[in-house]
């Protein structure tokens, strides 16, 4: 089945940026769609920003202006560029992968930024 594995995170002083990665393996069908969701410590697992087949973006209101998601040319990739971090940008963050077989998430990288 899909694997998604993520790449990335770290610590970084808020106001500074990151970039995430995450690569789809093992995809015989196409993808359909591919995001990137973050879950705080208590709280709910929450959208951060989602990519179509087509291209199509989607961001949190939290998010925009600040992060940019981004894929490569055989669309298996896709990358988050966090700029403007904030303290409360804190998470661990997830993507997943959507194709006509089911959703695949990867485990997931920390995402620390400090005050």
Do not use: H
Request: charged share 15%.
């Amino acid at each position: 089945q899909v694997q998604v594995v993520e790449s990335g995170g770290g610590l970084v002083q808020a106001g500074g940026s990151l970039r995430l990665s995450c690569a789809a393996t093992r995809v015989f069908l196409s993808i359909n769609a591919m995001g990137w969701y973050r879950q705080a410590p208590g709280k709910q697992r929450e959208m951060v920003a989602t990519i179509t087949s087509g291209g199509t973006t989607n961001y949190a209101d939290s998010v925009k202006g600040r992060f940019t998601i981004s894929r490569s040319n055989d669309k298996n990739t896709v990358y988050l560029q966090m700029n403007r971090l904030k303290p409360e940008d804190t998470a661990v963050y997830y993507c997943n992968a959507k194709t006509i077989t089911g959703v695949y998430w990867g485990q997931g990288t920390q995402v620390t930024v400090s005050s």
